[in-house]
């Protein structure tokens, strides 16, 4: 489905955030609706349906955690993906809007590529639960999706593949690109989590030969590291990363990115 097709509804209290990212989706092919408050915004709501929503959190009257409240408690309107976008940083925060049903939530300054990605990978979740179909569970339905973590630290992907066999998933780790391809050869996987700073292969050389192999181009990727300047995420977009996630990583916004992933995936290969 072309971006046209799509409707957004950019909720901000900052005219000059609210009209700087309005212009960039139109720009991209969206549909784009704005609202200076959370009360606009539900207003609106009740007239007119939107494909998601765009929320800021840091508004008078109506603040972004209040009126995403409302959002989800409304049966009319609950499953329309909201991502919040927001200036606020701190754990309970994110922790706070997850809780609430937020999809996502996207620090600023945006990368604007990256909310894009953002955005289909939302709208391919909710595609897939409307067809009540789980990202977390295999293709036929019938068993956990699996999820293979690369790192070369131990503790680490130990603790990440714990956290995920918690949430649901099937797990396979890799300590080195190596011994990631075994594992790609041999099982079928339905997303990797990728360290980059890994010896001998690090994880843009393991992207690159996975993108430009014909059988596993497919395979959604992940990149979670320690790395976040914006040289280093918009390296991984560009050679075909479906998300960048920063370290130390928020549990639940982790297996939220990786079922939008894995749906977005779905969506384009059925």
Request: charged residues 25%.
């Amino acid at each position: 489905m072309h971006n046209a097709e799509r409707s957004v509804l950019v909720v901000d209290d900052g005219e000059t955030n609210r009209d700087l990212l309005a212009r960039r989706l139109q720009k991209a092919g969206y549909q784009v609706v704005t609202a200076a408050s959370g009360a606009e915004a539900l207003k609106l709501l009740a007239l007119e349906r939107y494909d998601v929503i765009l929320l800021d959190i840091l508004m008078p009257d109506l603040n972004g955690y209040q009126t995403l409240e409302k959002i989800k408690a409304n049966p009319l309107i609950r499953d329309i993906p909201v991502i919040m976008v927001t200036a606020v940083t701190d754990i309970d925060s994110v922790t706070s809007c997850i809780t609430l049903g937020a999809e996502d939530y996207i620090v600023k300054p945006l990368d604007f590529g990256m909310l894009q990605s953002r955005i289909w990978h939302c709208l391919a979740k909710a595609s897939l639960r409307s067809q009540n179909r789980d990202p977390a569970k295999s293709r036929d339905g019938d068993a956990p999706s699996t999820v293979l973590v690369v790192d070369d630290i131990e503790l680490n992907r130990y603790t990440i593949a714990a956290r995920l066999r918690r949430a649901g998933y099937n797990t396979e780790i890799a300590g080195g690109a190596k011994e990631a391809w075994s594992i790609v050869h041999s099982k079928s996987v339905d997303l990797i989590l990728l360290d980059l700073r890994m010896p001998e292969i690090d994880g843009y050389m393991f992207l690159d030969e996975l993108k430009n192999d014909v059988h596993y181009k497919d395979v959604p990727v992940i990149i979670l590291s320690a790395e976040g300047d914006s040289e280093a995420i918009e390296r991984a977009l560009n050679q075909g990363a479906s998300d960048y996630i920063v370290k130390p990583f928020h549990a639940q916004l982790l297996k939220s990115r990786i079922d939008a992933c894995i749906a977005n995936a779905r969506v384009l290969k059925p």
